[in-house]
């Protein structure tokens, strides 16, 4: 194909309309395809199921079990929904706590308003504290600011949405660039639309479809956590939900851009491997970071600043109330400046890769041209 071939096609079009083409293409045959649309309604079905089974499983939960001395039995007698142990004494209502065998104690207590104290390990039981007429002073043994349960879970939630969303939209890419350089219909494509407008145009598609799906996640978890009345989580996640959703919008940018640059280095399926595998891999770093590391405040700082890993780290922060009010706005323009490199790096890549055939291109003769 000549060059005049080329720019006169790239005329018939602008710059904007090329762009949507292209858009409006990847996102009709991702909608079109049987596989895409089951797997992200088992996703959705999941994440719903998920949400309703934790908040009605919280609802009937009603036994909770505590330790109570001889001289506080009359401040729990009206109380309902307790598995109540009787101990002798204090120490023997601590040492219950700290084995585990009892959520809380209570104890009588000379010094208190009400009369008597509730003992827990790391956190009070809210529902305990619900369930007797008035509000006890606490001790916590082990003070703890957010309950550990509640942190692995956002911790998986952030995980497993990044991870599932970036790698199956980057993977989609990646074989569609593929596919389209094995069966040469590039050639046809860029006869009437510029090379850069192609990957614009593949990179918004993927990622309309993309933020379509967190917005949907996002929109389940409130309806959910609405509907089973746990409405001080939803409190809770309302804020880095909306920060990870505004994160997660320029990492996939920035990760799709680099998807597509290095699958047009190669032209067949097979190979497509030997070239995303190194962005697989990170990736996949953030999800076993945030998993193993979700109670370390130094891991999470790192990760809340590195590009790659900042959509599951700053909202996992901010949702620890770790992070400072100025940490998600700093941690956001590293991110953009990351991606608007990436683009362009990535564009310049694609660009001289594309229509080259036969072996994989080497990464120093992409950017080269």
């Not at 309604?41 to 036994?63: C, D, E, K, R, Y």
């Not at 585990?100 to 104690?105: C, K």
């Not at 956590?225 to 909306?242: E, M, N, R, S, Y």
């Not at 683009?343 to 080259?356: P, Q, W």
């Amino acid at each position: 194909m000549s060059t005049t071939d080329t720019r006169r096609g790239s005329a018939t079009l602008g710059s904007g309309q090329a762009i949507w083409l292209v858009a409006e293409r990847e996102i009709g045959s991702k909608l079109r395809s049987k596989a895409f649309v089951i797997s992200t309604a088992i996703l959705f079905i999941g994440a719903l199921a998920i949400v309703m089974w934790g908040g009605f499983q919280a609802a009937s939960n009603t036994g909770t079990p505590v330790a109570v001395t001889a001289d506080a039995q009359q401040y729990v007698s009206g109380a309902q929904g307790l598995d109540v142990t009787d101990v002798a004494d204090r120490a023997e209502a601590e040492s219950l706590v700290t084995s585990g065998d009892v959520d809380a104690a209570i104890v009588a207590d000379t010094s208190s308003p009400v009369g008597f104290t509730v003992i827990a390990e790391s956190d009070a039981p809210t529902q305990l504290l619900l369930q007797l007429s008035q509000l006890p002073p606490v001790e916590l043994l082990q003070p703890d600011d957010v309950n550990a349960a509640l942190g692995y879970i956002a911790a998986i939630g952030f995980g497993v949405v990044f991870l599932f969303a970036a790698s199956m939209f980057g993977g989609t890419i990646a074989q569609s660039v593929v596919e389209e350089k094995q069966t040469r219909v590039v050639e046809l494509l860029i006869s009437a639309i510029p090379v850069r407008s192609l990957l614009a145009g593949k990179v918004i598609g993927n990622t309309v479809l993309a933020m379509g799906q967190i917005l949907i996640l996002a929109a389940i978890a409130i309806i959910g956590l609405t509907v089973t009345d746990q409405t001080a989580l939803l409190q809770g996640l309302g804020g880095p939900i909306a920060w990870f959703a505004v994160f997660f919008l320029f990492g996939f940018i920035l990760l799709a851009s680099l998807f597509a640059a290095a699958a047009s280095m190669v032209s067949r399926m097979e190979d497509v491997g030997s070239t995303t595998t190194p962005l697989t891999m990170l990736i996949m770093a953030p999800y076993f970071l945030v998993i193993f590391f979700n109670d370390n405040p130094l891991v999470l700082g790192i990760m809340s600043y590195v590009p790659f890993s900042a959509p599951v780290g700053m909202p996992m922060r901010i949702f620890l109330g770790q992070a400072q009010w100025w940490e998600p706005l700093l941690s956001l323009a590293i991110l953009i400046a990351t991606c608007i490199v990436a683009i362009v790096v990535g564009a310049r890549i694609y660009e001289n890769s594309l229509l080259r055939m036969g072996g994989r291109v080497k990464l120093s003769e992409a950017l080269a041209g």
